[in-house]
């Protein structure tokens, strides 16, 4: 069995996934909203991490599905309650080194640990999430039944030591920044030339989607935002992910120019009216659940 703690957006799509296929799983939550929406889809839910743990079989094997700045808490009221053997599995978006020592702390009581980064947002649940698993062999292969239930055929990787997991999400979030940023410039220089050419960039963005080199899943959010209401705040906030790439490449001494141009953007985003900023407000909503600012009506 599974404990998972963290029911949110995808916390909740990766439980459900796991109930179809057969595989107990046991979830809390510290919002009761979230605990009822869990029962609500079939999901057995706790109403405290005490009796989480209590029910769990030993070896307990526990998944935090938390956002990362809540992760040290979260581990922290968990150690005085676990045992050796447990497995402890953070799967959000933590800074790999912080992995590395979170790991090594749970090893020196004799408990396990995994850093999993997850790929898929709202997508998930019904396409299947990429999983990227750092740590010892043996420990994947303990919940190996879990991960390959979340992951669609291919998209499930041991990608290395403590902490690889992390560091590869870390890298794929920088990407992700970077692509975005050049879908949204290039939509933007459509948009410039709509007036004089007669040029629409919606239809042209949807042809790209069938048979271009460009085609991909994010090219198929942004054709779905251009057919919706794009007055937003041209806020694009920074997660994390995308910064802490930058700065490894910078540690590294590695040039990332594409990445660290696209994270400089969000920045710059933050009271812009161009339609590129709105554009990626609106595409990191469409594949992930993250909130748009609706400009102020005077």
Do not use: C
Not at 10 to 27: E, F, K, N, Q, T
Not at 47 to 55: C, F, G, K, P, Q
Not at 208 to 222: A, E, K, N
């Amino acid at each position: 069995m599974m404990g998972l703690l963290g029911l949110g957006r995808m916390g909740l799509g990766m439980a459900r996934r796991w109930s179809r296929a057969g595989l107990p799983v046991l979830g809390y939550d510290p919002d009761p909203a979230a605990r009822a929406r869990a029962a609500d889809g079939g999901v057995p839910v706790t109403d405290s991490v005490a009796e989480l743990l209590s029910r769990l079989p030993r070896p307990r094997n526990l998944w935090l599905m938390v956002p990362a700045s809540g992760v040290e808490e979260a581990l922290e009221a968990l150690k005085p309650q676990l045992a050796p053997g447990d497995l402890v599995v953070d799967g959000g978006n933590s800074p790999y080194q912080e992995s590395q020592r979170r790991g090594n702390e749970l090893a020196a009581l004799g408990v396990g640990f995994l850093d999993v980064g997850v790929s898929g947002g709202l997508f998930g649940e019904e396409e299947g999430y990429g999983l990227m698993v750092g740590g010892e062999r043996a420990l994947v292969e303990r919940i190996l039944p879990y991960l390959q239930a979340l992951a669609p055929e291919g998209g499930l990787v041991h990608a290395g030591k403590l902490g690889a997991g992390h560091y590869a999400k870390m890298v794929h979030n920088g990407v992700e920044y970077a692509l975005m940023e050049a879908y949204a410039e290039g939509i933007e220089l459509l948009a410039a030339a709509q007036e004089e050419l007669g040029l629409d960039p919606k239809a042209v963005v949807n042809a790209w989607r069938q048979g271009t080199i460009v085609r991909s899943f994010l090219l198929d959010r942004f054709a779905e935002v251009l057919a919706g209401d794009l007055e937003v705040e041209p806020f694009v906030a920074d997660s994390g992910e995308g910064r802490w790439a930058v700065e490894e490449a910078l540690r590294r001494g590695l040039p990332v120019p594409a990445l660290a141009q696209a994270l400089f953007a969000r920045w710059e985003s933050q009271g812009k009216a161009s339609l590129r900023y709105r554009l990626l407000a609106l595409v990191r909503r469409a594949f992930g659940g993250h909130p748009v600012r609706r400009p102020h009506a005077d």
